[in-house]
C-alpha cells in the first residue's frame, strides 16, 4: 500500500483502494499521543497479555472477534490492523464485511464463531452491567473452559488495545500485515 504524498492530498490513503485517481480524500488526522513511546513498559506488558490470550484459539476466529470488538469501539487503528491479519490468516472478504451485520448473516459463520462474536459484542457493549447468561451459556458450550478463559482474556486485550487506539487516535491505513503494534 502506498500513501499518496500529493500536494493538497497530505497523507492519503489511496493504496489497494479502486479509485478514480481524480478523487481527493479527507487529509489525514494527526495521532494525539504516542502513546507506546511515553509508556513502553506499558505497551511490553499489553503485547504480552496478548500474547498470552491468543494461546489455543484459532487465528481466524481470533480475528473476526478481534474485528468484531473494533467496529463497535470505533477503533479504525484496530480494524485496518485486524482485516488485514485476517485476510492474510485467509479468512474471505465476505466473512469480514458480514460481520457488521452477523446476526441477519449468520449463516456465514460456525455456531462456535457466533457464539465467540456474541460474547464479544456482550463483554464490549456492557450496556446492562453484565454479560448476559444465556450468552455466556452459548460460548461456554462451544469452547471448553481453557479455551473460554482465553477467549474471554482475548476480547478483554482487544477492548483495552481499542481504547488506547481511539484514545491517542492511532492513524489506521499503515498497518502491514505481520507487523506489530
Not at 488526522?29 to 484459532?58: I, S
Request: glycine share 6%.
Amino acid at each position: 500500500m502506498e500513501m499518496d504524498h500529493t500536494p493538497g492530498l497530505p497523507g492519503s490513503y489511496r493504496g489497494g483502494m479502486n479509485t478514480d485517481e481524480n478523487t481527493e480524500y479527507a487529509a489525514e488526522h494527526a495521532p494525539r499521543l504516542n502513546w507506546t513511546e511515553h509508556a513502553p513498559d506499558v505497551y511490553k506488558a499489553m503485547v504480552r497479555l496478548d500474547t498470552a490470550a491468543r494461546q489455543g484459539l484459532d487465528p481466524k476466529l481470533l480475528e473476526l472477534v478481534k474485528i468484531r470488538a473494533s467496529q463497535l469501539n470505533h477503533c479504525a487503528f484496530c480494524l485496518d490492523m485486524h482485516t488485514k491479519d485476517a485476510l492474510a490468516a485467509g479468512e474471505s472478504v465476505e466473512r469480514i464485511v458480514q460481520l457488521g451485520a452477523w446476526e441477519e448473516s449468520r449463516h456465514f459463520y460456525t455456531e462456535k464463531e457466533l457464539a465467540a462474536i456474541e460474547l464479544t459484542e456482550a463483554i464490549t457493549v456492557l450496556t446492562d452491567g453484565f454479560v448476559p447468561d444465556e450468552v455466556y451459556e452459548r460460548a461456554a458450550k462451544q469452547f471448553e473452559e481453557a479455551e473460554l478463559a482465553r477467549l474471554i482474556a482475548a476480547i478483554t486485550v482487544i477492548n483495552a488495545w481499542n481504547r488506547f487506539g481511539v484514545t491517542a487516535r492511532m492513524t489506521p491505513g499503515h498497518y502491514q500485515p505481520g507487523q506489530h503494534r
